[in-house]
């Protein structure tokens, strides 16, 4: 079992910077994925930056250059930078982790970005 809590989501400004955590109940290192998904209003979840075990990280096109995903392997802790935030960066993001064949969820925290 794994268990996933982030934090950092809230209420910025159009151009500003928010960082998103990600604490993993087990260490990273026993994780073969982890990622950060966000889910708007009316649409599909969709993968915004992720790593495996066995490749690099990756981002959606729409975030790339602006967003940054990172990991605090003694805390067992994935964090999601993401700067230059636009309104259509508005949404729910989850953190997700798969091991041993199974996908993991958190609970979600919303970020909104308004003027």
């Known amino acids: 079992q794994v268990q996933l809590t982030e934090s950092g989501g809230g209420l910025v400004q159009p151009g500003g910077s928010l960082r998103l955590s990600c604490v993993c109940s087990?260490?990273?290192?026993?994780?073969?994925?982890m990622g950060w998904y966000r889910q708007a209003p009316g649409k599909q979840r969709e993968l915004v930056a992720g790593?495996?075990?066995?490749?690099?990280?990756s981002y959606a096109d729409s975030v790339k250059g602006r967003f940054t995903i990172s990991r605090d392997n003694a805390k067992n802790t994935v964090y999601l930078q993401m700067n230059s935030l636009k309104p259509e960066d508005t949404a729910v993001y989850y953190c997700?982790?798969?091991?041993?064949?199974?996908?993991?969820w958190g609970q979600g925290t919303q970020v909104t970005v308004s003027s």
């Open positions: 790593f495996t075990r066995s490749s690099g990280t």
């Open positions: 997700n982790a798969v091991y041993n064949f199974a996908n993991y």
């Open positions: 087990r260490s990273i290192f026993d994780i073969y994925a």
